[in-house]
């Protein structure tokens, strides 16, 4: 089955760290760029991140630029995000999410996963 | 870089056609081929349902289609069915700092 099944959500205080991942499979994961989105309870999604498929370029979203960083392993068909120097304003729901097209850079994504969530307070 | 700019709701009965606009500027949704859009049902993940303007993934309803003029997105909903009532976003490229944007939201709601 092609899906994309994430984890690492919780509950952490203001300035802590956090580490999400996100899990492939039913599809060449290593051929696919693959980005991370976020959606804030009651608001619109939010682009956070996307990784070539090569793992060597990385994109990041103004909001959290120097703070974030996405990584893949090809080998273990798995998304990453450390999130550093958390803040209030990073309380949301992370999905992973797949690009439509191999090759396609942030085209459109055609696969989402269910979303971990992060929570971030005192 | 903003949020692209939709109506908050839109509505219509069964049968009808509705359009949802997206407005953006010329660094993004008037500049680029990959303006998408994306439907949300409550406590699911956004699925997407046009992309390249004017594109329908495999398995979309061709009840959806989209187009762009200028500056403005915009995804017609034809012969609206209860199923349809959603959250609708549009999406597109940018050559911001920012490199992807998505619109602000309309709800979609079947009278």
């Known amino acids: 089955e092609v899906q994309l099944l994430e984890s690492g959500g919780g509950l952490i205080q203001p300035g802590g760290s956090l580490r999400l991942s996100c899990a492939a499979s039913?599809?060449?994961?290593?051929?696919?760029?693959m980005s991370w989105v976020r959606q804030a309870p009651g608001r619109g999604p939010e682009w956070v991140s996307t990784i070539r498929s090569s793992g060597f370029n990385t994109f990041y979203a103004d909001s959290v630029k120097g703070r974030f960083t996405i990584s893949r392993d090809n080998s273990k068909n798995t998304l990453y995000l450390q999130m550093n120097s958390l803040r209030a304003e990073d309380t949301a729901l992370y999905f992973c999410?797949?690009?439509?097209?191999?090759?396609?850079?942030?085209?459109?994504?055609?696969?989402w996963g269910q979303g971990t969530m992060v929570t971030v307070s005192s | 870089q903003s949020a692209l700019t939709q109506p908050a709701s839109v509505s219509g009965s069964p049968g009808q056609s509705i359009t949802i606009s997206c407005t953006g500027t010329?660094?993004?949704?008037?500049?680029?081929?990959?303006v998408s859009w994306y439907q949300q049902h409550p406590g699911k993940a956004p699925q997407l349902i046009i992309y390249d303007v004017a594109n329908r993934p495999s398995g979309v309803s061709n009840r959806f289609s989209g187009s762009k003029s200028g500056n403005t997105a915009s995804l017609t909903i034809s012969g609206l069915q209860a199923e349809d009532e959603a959250d609708y976003y549009c999406?597109?490229?940018?050559?911001?700092?920012?490199?992807?944007?998505f619109g602000t939201g309309t709800k979609v709601t079947v009278l």
């Open positions: 999410a797949k690009d439509l097209t191999a090759g396609c850079y942030l085209c459109a994504f055609d696969l």
């Open positions: 999406s597109s490229y940018t050559s911001g700092s920012t490199l992807y944007v």
């Open positions: 039913g599809f060449s994961f290593s051929n696919y760029d």
């Open positions: 010329s660094s993004d949704v008037g500049a680029s081929k990959y």
